[in-house]
């Protein structure tokens, strides 16, 4: 029966990409003639067809999902997409039997499709009429009876999924009896073997994540929920909501912040398999400023200083302490109409800090600081005194600017006494621990600032060296300081050939096509502000990382999603201080997730002791499922590479998908030599790499070391115990003192 209706859908899809391909072909034929106005609209169908049948053609492995059968509604309106609006059922939809037919089936996929009529043959998930499929539970089913997910791969049906939602029913369909199949979607799609990157899961969408996915878009969404409460998930599928909610407003772009690339790439497939692509962008924090990749973490202790926003008012103070450097010239010597001229070094000083008086951003100070040198030039030379005429005094003054201006010698003083900086420079500038001190006085103690210091002396002395994740934050706010200099306008680079023959007039629709496209891309590179941001792990944002991401959408409505519990940050309140400056007063909007679908119980269990030694108090989300196996503890000897190499080899023959091997930041380069030659399934992590992502096994190496890594360090340790899908092996090292069952002290009832 669905796969008549499928087979139905996919009919209907071909006469659609029909329809495309034709529209296409005919513009470019069309495309030769025409006047420049015609040929720009004829353009804007084609890319609107063009961006129909790549939707079409994409691979969907389910394009079509779910159904719902429902009763008759209160009123017979129907809305846009050709479904009845009514949510309550009519008063006479039930019989005194209890017998009712069922007056509207509705199909649920990827996209809307309309057949030929206009009926309804898909339903796009995001629609108004989808809701129920996703909110209906058999306390309070609305006008739903059965709520079916349909497995299909391409043009087959692969099976089916029931839940009854009213089974007190005698519901008939053309007066058939429903029948009810499987045991229900969800518990199918979480008991699947995991792969390296995550899935979509808008057949099984929970009712309190439809709520999430599909709240009003203004001010702030807030969501908190513990470890795999689907809190990602419901991110990215909002993302697709909010798109297909008001596309026009949203093509400014949605940005979703993520904290470590690893679950940039384990997420990023996502959003084009829900058919969104484009608009939304997905950065790590590392990665949030062109041309500054972070490529290494801070010992947390650095981490700490370098996150925490007295780094403000260190960086202001480097950002102007930065000018005066060891080839900063003491004088200026000049020689205008044929006299000589000299400023010394108190004339220099007064001057710098009169200008340094203003609140411009530096490099847009030079402009200034050129002008009043070259005002106290003139007052040396003199030459105003004897002239009344303020014509006059306005000609040779101009003239005395030019003569000093040509000069060599004062284009190199300018460049030397006001350099214009870049953010690289200034934090590189940061690496000499004395010149720190004078910028950190009373903000940093010296411990920290000598940590810092240290810390950056990686960068080199241009400041081209490796970044880390926290430097980033740095250097973006010393980007607002500096400003950017106006860049002088490149000449357009012109094909000698072009312009021999002319050949430019000419250009093909694709072309055409391209130039829009690299224009595009080149748009999105550049990006720096968006419509709506969403960013995922919230807890872990430092200030510093905040006031970055708070840039990035001035004017833009957030959905911010967290845990308080998996923090990694030592300073919770400040960061919290931090987060509400960068929402400002918008209106906010709380949620809470309360079901853990990723770990079974047994494992579930286990990690919620831990958090009640990390947040007393806290109540842990409630598993789903429970698989019957539990937790492993091994305790290594001598030899804990080997006793890690030995946990790993086992659970890779229990399970089908990937096994996450979580040791403590030190142990990274060593955790991949114990595993070289695995194979890919096995992925070796540093705990605080192992943030948002999952596994269908993982093995956690020494909790004692991973807890004692960091001020936050139970809560990472209770990230780390939360990854698993499946199965969980705890290797006990020489601090974790495990007793006779192997059980670490951190671990135990
Ligand atoms: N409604 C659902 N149907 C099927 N799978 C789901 C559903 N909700 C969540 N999941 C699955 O549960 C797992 C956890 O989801 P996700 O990573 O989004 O959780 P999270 O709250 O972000 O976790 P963490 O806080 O640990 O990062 C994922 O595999 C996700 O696909």
Same mark, same amino acid.
């Given at each position: 029966m669905e796969q008549a209706h499928l087979d139905r859908v996919y009919r209907r899809l071909e006469e659609k990409i029909h329809e495309a391909e034709f529209l296409v072909d005919d513009a470019e034929k069309r @495309?030769?003639? !025409?006047t420049p106005g015609a040929l720009a609209e004829r353009d804007a169908q084609v890319f609107q067809a063009g961006v129909h049948l790549s939707r079409l053609n994409s691979?969907?492995?389910?394009f079509l999902f779910g159904r719902i059968d429902l009763l008759r509604g209160k009123d017979g309106r129907r809305g846009p997409d050709g $479904?009845?609006? +009514?949510?309550e059922v009519a008063?006479? +939809?039930?019989? +005194?039997?209890r017998r009712a037919e069922i007056a509207e089936t509705l199909h649920i996929g990827r996209l809307g499709v309309l057949d030929?009529?206009? =009926? %309804? #043959?898909v339903i796009d998930w995001?629609?108004? $009429?989808? @809701?129920p499929f996703y909110?209906?539970? %058999?306390?309070d089913p609305g006008r739903v009876v059965r709520r079916r997910v349909i497995r299909s791969k391409g043009r087959r049906v692969l099976g089916v999924e029931d839940d009854l939602m009213r089974p007190e029913l005698t519901a008939t369909l053309d007066g058939e009896e429903l029948v009810v199949i499987g045991d229900g979607a969800l518990m199918a799609a979480l008991g699947r073997a995991r792969g390296h990157t995550m899935r979509d899961i808008v057949a099984s969408i929970q009712a309190e994540q439809d709520m999430v996915i599909r709240a009003p878009a203004p001010g702030v969404t807030e969501v908190t929920g513990g470890p795999g409460t689907g809190k990602t998930a419901v991110a990215l599928h909002r993302a697709a909501y909010l798109l297909y909610q008001d596309r026009r407003r949203y093509s400014g772009g949605i940005l979703v912040v993520s904290p470590t690339p690893l679950l940039v790439s384990y997420t990023e497939g996502v959003l084009p398999s829900l058919g969104?692509?484009?608009?939304v962008a997905i950065r790590a924090l590392g990665s949030l400023l062109d041309g500054a990749e972070a490529t290494t973490y801070d010992e947390p202790a650095v981490a700490r200083v370098k996150g925490s926003s007295r780094m403000v008012q260190v960086l202001r103070r480097a950002a102007r302490g930065?000018?005066?450097?060891?080839?900063? %010239?003491t004088s200026l010597r000049v020689v205008a109409f044929g006299g000589r001229l000299e400023l010394d070094a108190d004339e220099l000083a007064r001057i710098r800090r009169n200008v340094l008086g203003?609140? $411009?951003p530096l490099n847009l100070m030079r402009p200034r600081a050129r002008r009043l040198v070259l005002d106290a030039l003139w007052a040396k030379s003199g030459?105003? /005194?004897? #002239?009344?005429d303020p014509e006059l005094i306005a000609e040779a003054r101009a003239a005395f600017d030019e003569d000093v201006s040509g000069e060599d010698a004062f284009g190199g003083f300018l460049q030397a006494w006001w350099p214009v900086l870049t953010p690289r420079r200034v934090l590189a500038a940061m690496a000499d621990e004395r010149r720190l001190g004078r910028w950190s006085r009373r903000v940093l103690a010296p411990r920290e600032t000598r940590l810092v210091a240290r810390s950056l002396a990686r960068l080199g002395a241009a400041g081209d060296g490796p970044l880390s994740v926290h430097d980033v934050a740095l250097l973006d706010e010393l980007r607002v300081l500096l400003g950017t200099p106006p860049k002088p306008p490149k000449p357009r680079e012109v094909d000698p050939l072009d312009e021999l023959t !002319? #050949? &430019? &007039?000419?250009?093909?629709f694709a072309d055409r096509n391209f130039s829009r496209r690299s224009r595009a891309e080149r748009r999105e590179q550049e /990006?720096?502000?968006?419509a709506h941001v969403i960013v995922d &792990?919230?807890?872990?944002?430092?200030p510093m990382q905040w006031r970055m991401v708070a840039r990035r959408g001035t004017s833009a409505t957030w959905t911010v999603v967290g845990d308080p519990a998996q923090? =990694?940050?030592?300073d919770p309140d400040e960061a919290a201080r931090a987060r509400d400056e960068a929402l400002g007063s918008r209106t906010r909007r709380r949620f809470t997730l309360t079901v853990n679908? /990723?770990?079974p119980a047994e494992i579930a269990e286990l990690a919620a002791r831990v958090l009640q030694l990390a947040m007393p108090g806290m109540e842990a989300p409630s598993a789903v499922?429970?698989?019957?196996v539990v937790p492993r503890f091994t305790v290594a000897g001598a030899d804990l590479g080997a006793a890690v190499r030995a946990a790993a080899e086992e659970l890779l023959a229990e399970v089908e998908g990937t096994v996450g091997v979580v040791v403590a930041m030190g142990r990274r380069a060593q955790a991949r030599r114990w595993l070289?030659? #695995? !194979?890919?399934r096995v992925v070796p992590l540093g705990s605080l790499e192992a943030k948002g992502l999952e596994y269908d096994a993982t093995v956690v190496v020494s909790p004692a070391e991973i807890a004692d890594e960091s001020p936050a360090g139970l809560r990472v340790l209770y990230v780390a115990l939360t990854r698993a899908t499946q199965q969980l092996t705890v290797v006990a090292g020489e /601090?974790?003192? %495990?007793?006779a069952a192997g059980v670490p002290d951190l671990l135990r009832d």
């Amino acid at each position: 029966m669905e796969q008549a209706h499928l087979d139905r859908v996919y009919r209907r899809l071909e006469e659609k990409i029909h329809e495309a391909e034709f529209l296409v072909d005919d513009a470019e034929k069309r @495309a030769q003639v !025409g006047t420049p106005g015609a040929l720009a609209e004829r353009d804007a169908q084609v890319f609107q067809a063009g961006v129909h049948l790549s939707r079409l053609n994409s691979e969907f492995e389910d394009f079509l999902f779910g159904r719902i059968d429902l009763l008759r509604g209160k009123d017979g309106r129907r809305g846009p997409d050709g $479904a009845f609006t +009514a949510t309550e059922v009519a008063d006479d +939809a039930i019989g +005194a039997d209890r017998r009712a037919e069922i007056a509207e089936t509705l199909h649920i996929g990827r996209l809307g499709v309309l057949d030929a009529d206009y =009926s %309804p #043959l898909v339903i796009d998930w995001r629609a108004p $009429a989808a @809701a129920p499929f996703y909110r209906a539970t %058999p306390k309070d089913p609305g006008r739903v009876v059965r709520r079916r997910v349909i497995r299909s791969k391409g043009r087959r049906v692969l099976g089916v999924e029931d839940d009854l939602m009213r089974p007190e029913l005698t519901a008939t369909l053309d007066g058939e009896e429903l029948v009810v199949i499987g045991d229900g979607a969800l518990m199918a799609a979480l008991g699947r073997a995991r792969g390296h990157t995550m899935r979509d899961i808008v057949a099984s969408i929970q009712a309190e994540q439809d709520m999430v996915i599909r709240a009003p878009a203004p001010g702030v969404t807030e969501v908190t929920g513990g470890p795999g409460t689907g809190k990602t998930a419901v991110a990215l599928h909002r993302a697709a909501y909010l798109l297909y909610q008001d596309r026009r407003r949203y093509s400014g772009g949605i940005l979703v912040v993520s904290p470590t690339p690893l679950l940039v790439s384990y997420t990023e497939g996502v959003l084009p398999s829900l058919g969104e692509e484009g608009q939304v962008a997905i950065r790590a924090l590392g990665s949030l400023l062109d041309g500054a990749e972070a490529t290494t973490y801070d010992e947390p202790a650095v981490a700490r200083v370098k996150g925490s926003s007295r780094m403000v008012q260190v960086l202001r103070r480097a950002a102007r302490g930065a000018l005066d450097n060891a080839d900063v %010239p003491t004088s200026l010597r000049v020689v205008a109409f044929g006299g000589r001229l000299e400023l010394d070094a108190d004339e220099l000083a007064r001057i710098r800090r009169n200008v340094l008086g203003g609140t $411009a951003p530096l490099n847009l100070m030079r402009p200034r600081a050129r002008r009043l040198v070259l005002d106290a030039l003139w007052a040396k030379s003199g030459r105003g /005194r004897h #002239l009344m005429d303020p014509e006059l005094i306005a000609e040779a003054r101009a003239a005395f600017d030019e003569d000093v201006s040509g000069e060599d010698a004062f284009g190199g003083f300018l460049q030397a006494w006001w350099p214009v900086l870049t953010p690289r420079r200034v934090l590189a500038a940061m690496a000499d621990e004395r010149r720190l001190g004078r910028w950190s006085r009373r903000v940093l103690a010296p411990r920290e600032t000598r940590l810092v210091a240290r810390s950056l002396a990686r960068l080199g002395a241009a400041g081209d060296g490796p970044l880390s994740v926290h430097d980033v934050a740095l250097l973006d706010e010393l980007r607002v300081l500096l400003g950017t200099p106006p860049k002088p306008p490149k000449p357009r680079e012109v094909d000698p050939l072009d312009e021999l023959t !002319g #050949l &430019e &007039e000419v250009t093909t629709f694709a072309d055409r096509n391209f130039s829009r496209r690299s224009r595009a891309e080149r748009r999105e590179q550049e /990006r720096t502000e968006y419509a709506h941001v969403i960013v995922d &792990e919230a807890q872990d944002l430092t200030p510093m990382q905040w006031r970055m991401v708070a840039r990035r959408g001035t004017s833009a409505t957030w959905t911010v999603v967290g845990d308080p519990a998996q923090s =990694s940050w030592s300073d919770p309140d400040e960061a919290a201080r931090a987060r509400d400056e960068a929402l400002g007063s918008r209106t906010r909007r709380r949620f809470t997730l309360t079901v853990n679908y /990723r770990n079974p119980a047994e494992i579930a269990e286990l990690a919620a002791r831990v958090l009640q030694l990390a947040m007393p108090g806290m109540e842990a989300p409630s598993a789903v499922r429970s698989t019957g196996v539990v937790p492993r503890f091994t305790v290594a000897g001598a030899d804990l590479g080997a006793a890690v190499r030995a946990a790993a080899e086992e659970l890779l023959a229990e399970v089908e998908g990937t096994v996450g091997v979580v040791v403590a930041m030190g142990r990274r380069a060593q955790a991949r030599r114990w595993l070289a030659g #695995l !194979g890919d399934r096995v992925v070796p992590l540093g705990s605080l790499e192992a943030k948002g992502l999952e596994y269908d096994a993982t093995v956690v190496v020494s909790p004692a070391e991973i807890a004692d890594e960091s001020p936050a360090g139970l809560r990472v340790l209770y990230v780390a115990l939360t990854r698993a899908t499946q199965q969980l092996t705890v290797v006990a090292g020489e /601090r974790d003192e %495990p007793d006779a069952a192997g059980v670490p002290d951190l671990l135990r009832d």
